[in-house]
């Protein structure tokens, strides 16, 4: 090889590797919003009635306060029958017990519910972050896909060349032999 065909794959290489350098700095401009999304999160921030809210949802679906609401209820219906009718503060039906009970209910529900919307919101942005990541990731693949095309297509022309100057060397050397096979 003389040393401008040295020159030109030299050249040649250095084309194909800018164009590598390339698609990866456009990789990485693409990326970087969502990196930044992902890396730096919307701080929560919670009022006072949303965090009690959370607190009066996480304790009233817990078995401790089923235990204990159960606990409670027993004490009552035994006190109301076992103590002297005088001195009972509600007597059967129980009617007291059953209002405090709606109660509770009443306030109860709407309390777990806020506490459901505000699960429901961290919830959505969780699918969010999940989305940006399968966002990057095929942002990754189809930059594997530019690298390997680019890959692909360098070593076809680089074939070709190769074949191109093997041609040439079959057709000097078919010359020679027939220059030779004259004399």
Request: aromatic fraction near 6%; glycine fraction near 2%; hydrophobic fraction near 45%.
């Amino acid at each position: 090889m003389d040393n401008k065909t040295i020159d030109n794959l030299l050249i040649d290489e250095k084309e194909h590797l800018t164009k590598l350098h390339q698609i990866v700095k456009d990789t990485m401009k693409e990326e970087q919003l969502i990196v930044n999304n992902l890396l730096n999160p919307p701080d929560e921030v919670l009022s006072r009635g949303q965090a009690i809210s959370d607190k009066v949802a996480r304790f009233g679906g817990s078995w401790q306060f089923i235990i204990m609401f159960g606990v409670i209820l027993t004490v009552w219906i035994i006190i109301n029958v076992v103590v002297p009718i005088k001195d009972r503060f509600d007597p059967y039906p129980f009617i007291l017990m059953n209002l405090v009970l709606s109660t509770i209910a009443a306030l109860q529900a709407p309390i777990i519910m806020m506490s459901q919307n505000r699960q429901e919101e961290k919830d959505r942005m969780r699918s969010e972050n999940d989305y940006l990541i399968n966002l990057k990731a095929e942002m990754e693949i189809r930059s594997l896909h530019q690298k390997i095309d680019l890959l692909l297509e360098e070593q076809i022309k680089t074939l070709f060349d190769t074949q191109a100057k093997q041609f040439k060397i079959l057709e000097e050397i078919n010359s020679k032999i027939d220059g030779i096979s004259k004399k």
